[in-house]
């Protein structure tokens, strides 16, 4: 059964601090992302990888960074947290030409 | 920007009717359209694509493709209360064979006994 699966479910985290979400995938697809979901704004694109090391904006990237050092695994960084990044973070990967995401069970992040 | 916007909801219908979930998105260059849904606090999943004009059936799911007028939309015919989600329009960029992904607002659909 395929599966992706972030590292935490929930997490509550301070203004400033730098939180790491994780996101590991058992696929061996080439393509990974990361997706905020807002209330109102349905999933936008913060940044996604198509192989190791190499990565590309999204539509919201401001705020965020990303890191692939091995094909499995893909991370987004908030340098320093901020209320406005309170949200759910999903991961997804596909393989190169399709169009089927695979979805981890999402992060729910929120910063007081 | 690239936009995906679809029908406002919330939508609600009685048990066996025929639901209506609509989309339209702005670049003209996209080839390929998926409808996602997303049970309440579960992360979506996919249950159809289209990649032509016309109709595409699979069970009570029919996916609709009009590129002329950058439309797409999805009919749950005999609606069942287990369709009660979200039920999320996306578009693949036409630009990247990346998988990128862009994604409607959602539409919350009740399936009401």
């Known amino acids: 059964d395929v599966k992706v699966t972030q590292s935490s479910r929930y997490l509550v985290k301070r203004t400033g601090e730098k939180v790491f979400l994780e996101c590991v995938q058992d696929?061996?697809?080439?393509?990974m992302f990361w997706y905020r979901q807002d209330p109102g704004l349905g999933l936008r694109l913060i940044y996604f990888?198509?192989?190791?090391?190499?990565?590309e904006k999204g539509d919201i990237p401001e705020g965020y960074s990303v890191s692939r050092e091995k094909k499995e695994r893909f991370s987004l960084i908030l340098e320093s947290a901020s209320t406005n990044q309170t949200s759910m973070y999903l991961c997804?990967?596909?393989?190169?030409?399709?169009?089927?995401?695979?979805f981890g069970e999402g992060s729910r992040l929120t910063v007081l | 920007q690239k936009e995906v916007e679809q029908n406002s909801g919330p939508l609600s219908v009685p048990e066996g009717a025929i639901a209506s979930l609509n989309c339209t998105y702005s670049?003209?260059?996209?080839?390929?359209f998926f409808w996602y849904r997303q049970y309440s606090g579960k992360s979506p999943e996919l249950i159809m694509f289209?990649?032509?004009?016309g109709d595409k059936e699979d069970g009570r799911f029919t996916a609709q493709l009009n590129k002329a007028s950058q439309y797409v939309s999805l009919l749950i015919r005999d609606s069942q209360p287990s369709d009660s989600a979200t039920y999320l329009c996306?578009?693949?960029?036409?630009?990247?064979?990346?998988?990128?992904?862009?994604f409607g607002q959602g539409t919350i659909l009740t399936v009401h006994p």
């Open positions: 997804a990967s596909n393989a190169p030409g399709t169009g089927e995401l695979f």
């Open positions: 696929m061996d697809h080439e393509n």
């Open positions: 990888s198509y192989d190791v090391k190499m990565k």
């Open positions: 670049d003209r260059g996209s080839q390929s």
């Open positions: 289209i990649y032509s004009n």
């Open positions: 996306a578009v693949r960029d036409g630009g990247t064979s990346y998988g990128k992904l862009t």
